[in-house]
């Protein structure tokens, strides 16, 4: 009987409920090696949650988590958040805005901000590596506050991976980047997943377009419940995502890309 290989990431039945707002319902996922994963949803539909239980942010009420066969509460969860890499907003916001760039990636072996004492020169090396694996190795002595956004989201994608993430997850990293930072970002992350030993990618979004070939697979998410989940060729389709957005929506094509376009006039998908 053929071995079923260990998840990278395994959630089950995950329940969050808040007084007598129910957040997550029974959310089942598993996330095998050599998987990149998109996940789509519209706002509220439970996708930061998710990423909040992933990371061990937020205490679920029921169900289990686990990454690379270690479940959350029978391990320690700090070290076990180590191994889910995160790349937001809210740890962007956080960031000093003096540090250079190589500084700030060493601070994400330690998972610490605002890095402080001396960095050792094998850090400084693996620093130095990832950098030149973001294609970033001629900014590593610039401060953050010199930096672009797109510079500002590769930097962090280093951060994380100086930690060795079993899987690096994206949270909207696109947001506040213009049309054109935005495509060599989505490219730069289409190579990022195809190099030899990455991580998996786990990509959150609201948008179609983000998608690009290197994801295998995608999870829709409405309203804290798994509308479709598995390979992205037949989970990706007009009506799932008129059911995961709520509306009437139009799902194309091109090339390997997806483009969505809303019909005005239609009435909201049950």
């Known amino acids: ?22 957040i997550l319902d029974h959310v089942s996922w598993r996330v095998e090696p050599g998987q990149h994963w998109v996940i789509l949803g519209a706002n509220g539909s439970g996708k930061t949650s998710l990423l909040s239980a992933l990371t061990g942010y937020l205490t679920p009420s029921g169900g289990q988590i686990a990454v690379l066969g270690q479940r959350y509460g029978e391990t320690d969860w700090r070290e076990l958040r180590k191994r889910v890499g995160l790349v937001s907003s ?15 990636i060493v ?8 890095l402080w004492g001396r960095i050792t020169r094998a850090d400084r090396a693996g620093a130095s590596r990832i950098l030149d694996q973001i294609e970033c190795g001629y900014i590593a002595d610039r401060p953050w506050a010199f930096l672009s956004q797109g510079e500002r989201q ?23 980047l213009d049309p054109v930072a935005r495509e060599h970002f989505l490219q730069f992350i289409n190579r990022l997943g195809r190099k030899k030993r990455a991580p998996t990618l786990v990509l959150v979004t609201h948008h179609v377009e983000e998608i690009m070939p290197v994801f295998s697979h995608a999870l829709l998410l409405r309203a804290g419940r798994v509308v479709a989940g598995g390979r992205k060729q037949k989970v990706l389709r007009s009506g799932f995502l008129s059911r995961a957005f709520n509306s009437s929506v139009n799902l194309r094509t091109t090339h390997g890309r997806w483009t969505l376009a809303v019909n005005p006039s239609a009435k909201a998908v049950m």
Do not use: W
């Open 1 to 22: 009987m053929k071995r079923e290989p260990e998840a990278v990431l395994e959630v089950c039945g995950l329940h969050i409920r808040r007084g007598n707002v129910v």
């Open 90 to 104: 809210s740890v962007r916001q956080r960031m000093p805005e003096f540090e250079p760039a190589l500084e700030t």
């Open 107 to 114: 601070s994400g072996k330690y998972a610490m901000i605002d």
């Open 154 to 176: 590769r930097v962090l994608i280093g951060r994380a991976l100086m930690a060795r993430p079993a899987a690096l997850i994206l949270d909207e990293p696109c947001a506040g």
